[in-house]
Nanobody, 121 residues
Framework: QVQLVESGGGLVQAGGSLRLSCAASGRTFSSMGWFRQAPGKERVFVAG????????YYADSVKGRFTISRDNAKNTVYLQMNSLKPEDTAVYYCAADTNTMMRTPGSWHYWGQGTQVTVSS
């Protein structure tokens, strides 16, 4: 059974940092990514990474502040979030699939349950 489990969310002040983790089980995935969904808004792409970790891509809103990485030995993907802003407040979801570099949620078949990130001003 495939499962993605996120952790690391929480409450942080603006300018602070958090690191999210997503542990996959049941299989490995060549593509992994992060999306977020704020209250009353659609789920949107945040960051993605390929199998080797040598190709990463980001939403413009987080570029330069967030870093995605992965540890294939642990079957885990991370999202280091620095210089957090109140507008980063959302539920963050881990996504996984095979060879997708798409930024649309519908292109990813496997999802975690989400972890809440709240940034106070």
């Amino acid at each position: 059974q495939v499962q993605l489990v996120e952790s690391g969310g929480g409450l942080v002040q603006a300018g602070g940092s958090l690191r999210l983790s997503c542990a996959a089980s049941g299989r490995t995935f060549s593509s992994m990514g992060w999306f977020r969904q704020a209250p009353g808004k659609e789920r949107v792409f945040v960051a993605g990474i390929n199998w080797r970790g040598d190709y990463t891509y980001y939403a413009d809103s987080v570029k330069g502040r967030f870093t995605i990485s992965r540890d294939n030995a642990k079957n885990t993907v991370y999202l280091q979030m620095n210089s957090l802003k109140p507008e980063d407040t959302a539920v963050y979801y881990c996504a996984a699939d095979t060879n997708t570099m798409m930024r649309t949620p519908g292109s990813w078949h496997y999802w975690g349950q989400g972890t809440q990130v709240t940034v106070s001003s």
